[in-house]
């Protein structure tokens, strides 16, 4: 378990998490209506319905991988200033829904919980907004361990140097103190 200050230090800016959740919509809308649909069913649905794992909840799964990639072409030409601006706005977004009424819902140990957090994120900010909202949400056993890190992954390797967003906090599971009780 990484601990870490909850200190603020270097935060996203608007334009940067504008920036990010424009570029998860561009990605998802450049692999057509499915997807498009199906995370629409996943924000509008009734969070007491149980999904037997082959329903909408979870078809999503088969999209990941392309929409990850789609993400990479489209940061294709960016900077690795912009690629650590973008990689700060995630790992934000992971730290503020790293809380313990979420993880009771999506279970997993420390990279499983980690990883369900990233597929919260990889849906875009309605189901972001839905689930930080209602913790009921989100989806056990949910996984989208790629999106965690895509950003200091494609500095690293574009750049050659892992970014450091100078936040002061951690994406790591458990490490917004403020997220869990005693």
Known sequence: MTVTTDAPGTLPTPADE?????????????????????????????????????????????WLDAFLDRLGHLTAELTGQEL???????????????????????????????????????????????????PAMALPDADCEGMCYLFAHLHNDRFGSWPETGSGISRESFGNRAGWSA
């Open 18 to 62: 504008a920036r990010l959740w424009a570029l998860i919509e561009a990605a998802w809308a450049e692999l057509g209506a499915e997807p498009l649909a199906l995370r629409q069913a996943l924000i509008h649905r009734d969070p007491a319905d149980d999904d037997d794992g082959d329903g909408p909840a979870y078809a999503i799964d088969a």
């Open 84 to 134: 650590t601006d973008l990689d700060r706005v995630v790992e934000r977004k992971l730290h503020d829904i790293d809380r313990e009424d979420i993880h009771e819902v999506s279970d997993g140990s420390d990279d499983g919980f980690l990883y369900a957090r990233g597929f919260i994120v990889a849906l875009g900010r309605a189901y972001y907004e839905a689930v930080r909202a209602n």
